[in-house]
């Protein structure tokens, strides 16, 4: 379909600096758990984004000198020139269809514990390591040698960029991270000398790292500068004095990456965030310098686009997590396929790739961080092996996955559900509060399978195994799903508690069944740390209920530390008059009261309460699968049976849509017996 010149604005080419970009969607810096371990799997995730017509795609940080790297994290090294190649690989592969590749430099300065290199950390101003873990860890204070060194290694940085084939160098001075906002903010910058005090000393570090790396670069390489667009606190690097030095310096960088203040505020999710949130922080911004401005704001809407670029406000979509959701983001609103764009559903589970270190995952598209680890693409799926047909039970993400992928390869796929709606626990978790984004995961998947006509989704169709023996498929997936459990068992608990029958225990699935108190005392239970507990808490203070949530952790919603949520929720839990039970588990549930036990001490204490609602762990709804794996499935002319998803083992989203799109990929695939199922790389032994 010819593009609908309502986006046309969109595809215009802009220039940077000495480059110009040949449309306005920008792929800012995002990490991705991979990074100088995975070089090559990063490079082929990016390679998809050049396909899927991103005009700029840039590395996530690249960490310039050994003196300072943050360590657990795994991002990219250009410590020397043995790094070069990695990163040439990098550049070759976001440059293939004609995008600029960019390279953002970092140096951590007062983040950068140095656990690996076992340097003294160097800070604008000395102090204690502001890293999430509060590593036991001082900075020294810069002298003006130092100062010197690290100007020599920008430049040299900058110098093996070009080497390494990049088209635009940013320097990352954002979210509290890098050390060009280490010396622009009063919070961090405490010198007397000619780098410290006025805004105009404050700011001699970055023009003196960006005229020297012009011109070490001989002006052939655009430069970026990407900043926090807010710092709170007293001192810190407010917007009024971002603007103010936007204002002084507007010439200075090729182009300004405006993003806003901490990562966690930047990064923010679809429960607390909407598209476009950083509006206010960047309007006007762009009055201010002749140099285009790109922002973010987790846009997946065309239209949303638009006008940000018409009404002045920015020059370039910036974006990290819809890029990863959908690498052909572009592409689509180019070719006008707006029903095919998978739009990111604002969860940060790619983030906690990043911050557990492992690989980044991402919910909406199963082939991110895969493309060269497993050879999968988030447009193509491989094509039809020699089997024709394929049952599947149960259509939660999983499920619907699993037919989207297998439909798409030209397999008959019938997809059986119980219920009369398609998307599982999704369809249920998008009617709590701060959710409703989540849908997204069914309605992109459920837009897909609609028009394909090998696909056949059939309704109230409760499947047992006696049904599925007699209808003749050659494969059968059991995507089933999970129930949460009732009992207390999750972590702390290996094993249930005493229970008196009087007291009402309900589970999350009898909340999101519409069930559960609307009024009265409730003790939530959480034994799980992600999410839905303190949801569920907010769901019954909206509805008139004392809420205590009572959990072994010493925060609640633990685990959202990984998904940069556990700070907005532990304070609006606390707002909202939630009382907190940290480091607390019910020992015993009574009639009216539930008895605690500190997790330290096991000192106990009645907590009365109306009900009880148990956030704790999940059993996997494989009765079905376990019930025909008894019987002669082989004999009724099934190839294979295999359970998938939550009724495997539950977990996140995320998982259920991997395990879909693995069962889909893995169809008639040979055999690879104990063989290691993805690539990987092996350092090369000196
Ligand atoms: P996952 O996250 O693994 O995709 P969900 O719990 O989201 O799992 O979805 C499981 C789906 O399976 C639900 O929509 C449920 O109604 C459906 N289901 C469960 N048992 C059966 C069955 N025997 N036959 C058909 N559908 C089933
Ligand atoms: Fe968006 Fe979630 Fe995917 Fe991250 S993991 S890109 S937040 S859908």
């Not at 961080?369 to 050879?375: A, Q, T």
């Not at 609602?613 to 009724?636: E, Q």
């Amino acid at each position: 379909m010819p593009r609908d010149p309502r986006y046309d604005i969109l595809f215009e080419p802009v220039r940077i600096g000495p480059k110009v970009a040949k449309n306005r969607f920008f792929q800012v810096p995002h990490c991705n758990g991979g990074g100088y371990r995975d070089p090559s799997a990063v490079a082929e995730m990016r390679r998809v984004k050049a396909e899927g017509g991103w005009g700029v795609i840039f590395t996530e940080q690249v960490e310039i000198h050994h003196t300072s790297e943050i360590t657990p994290f795994i991002e990219l090294h250009l410590w020397d020139d043995r790094d070069i190649p990695a990163l040439a690989r990098m550049s070759e592969a976001m440059k293939s269809h004609g995008a600029l590749a960019g390279i953002e430099l970092a140096y951590s300065g007062i983040n950068g514990p140095n656990l690996y290199s076992r340097e003294v950390p160097l800070a604008v101003s000395g102090g204690p390591i502001l890293t999430f873990t509060s590593d036991p860890v001082q900075a020294r204070t810069m002298d003006r040698e130092d100062i010197r060194d690290l100007r020599r290694w920008f430049r040299n940085a900058f110098v093996r960029s070009q080497r390494a084939g990049f088209d635009i160098v940013c320097l990352y001075g954002a979210h509290g991270f890098g050390i060009l906002q280490h010396f622009l903010s009063r919070a961090t910058n405490h010198r007397t000398d000619e780098y410290g005090g006025s805004l105009e000393n404050r700011a001699r570090f970055v023009r003196e790292v960006i005229e020297e790396g012009r011109e070490a670069t001989k002006g052939e390489m655009a430069i970026s500068l990407r900043l926090s667009l807010h710092e709170a606190g007293k001192m810190g690097f407010s917007n009024a004095e971002v603007r103010d030095f936007i204002e002084m310096h507007g010439d200075l960088p090729d182009l300004w990456d405006l993003a806003h203040g901490t990562w966690e505020q930047c990064s923010g999710t679809s429960r607390f965030k909407p598209e476009g949130a950083q509006e206010d922080l960047v309007k006007g911004i762009k009055d201010l310098t002749p140099r285009p401005v790109v922002g973010v704001g987790r846009f997946t809407s065309a239209d949303a686009m638009v006008r940000q670029v018409k009404s002045g406000i920015l020059d370039f979509i910036g974006a990290a997590r819809p890029s990863i959701a959908d690498p052909f983001l572009p592409k689509k609103i180019e070719e006008g396929r707006f029903e095919d764009i998978r739009e990111c559903i604002g969860c940060n589970i790619c983030v906690s790739g990043d911050m557990t270190q492992g690989i980044s995952r991402c919910t909406q598209n199963p082939a991110f961080m895969e493309e060269w680890r497993k050879g999968w693409h988030p447009e193509r799926a491989r094509p039809k092996g020699a089997s024709d047909s394929v049952l599947i039970v149960g259509a939660g993400p999983a499920g619907l996955e699993a037919a989207r992928v297998l439909g798409q390869r030209g397999y008959r796929v019938a997809l059986a559900e119980a219920g009369t709606s398609l998307g599982g626990r999704v369809t249920r978790e998008r009617a709590l509060p701060g959710l409703a984004a989540w849908g997204r995961v069914a309605d992109y998947r459920t837009g897909q399978i609609a028009p394909m006509p090998n696909v056949e989704v059939y309704f109230d169709s409760r499947l047992t195994a006696e049904d599925i023996l007699g209808m003749g498929f050659d494969h059968v997936a059991i995507a089933t799903g999970a129930t949460w459990r009732r009992d207390a068992v999750a972590r702390h608990h290996l094993f249930p508690i005493p229970t008196d029958p009087a007291m009402p225990v309900l589970t999350p699935d009898d909340l999101m069944a519409d069930g559960g108190p609307s009024g009265g005392c409730v003790v939530i239970y959480d034994d799980d740390h992600f999410y839905m507990g303190s949801v569920l808490a907010e769901l019954l203070i909206a509805r008139g209920c004392e809420v205590h949530v009572v959990t072994p952790a010493t925060k609640v919603a633990e685990w959202t530390e990984n998904t940069l949520e556990q700070g907005i929720i532990q304070a609006r839990l606390m707002e909202a008059g939630v009382h907190l039970h940290l480091s607390r588990a019910p020992v015993a549930i009574g009639a009216r009261a539930v008895t605690l036990a500190c997790t330290w001490t096991g000192r106990e204490a009645d907590l009365p309460a109306d009900a009880v609602l148990m956030v704790t762990s999940r059993t996997p709804d494989d009765g079905l699968y376990l019930d025909l794996k008894a019987r002669d499935w082989r004999g009724a002319g099934i190839r294979s049976l295999k359970v998938i998803g939550d009724a495997a083992a539950p977990g996140p989203i995320a998982w259920a849509t991997y395990s879909g799109r693995r069962y889909a990929e893995e169809m008639d695939a040979e055999d690879i017996g104990d063989a290691l199922p993805f690539r990987r790389e092996i350092a090369e032994l000196l």
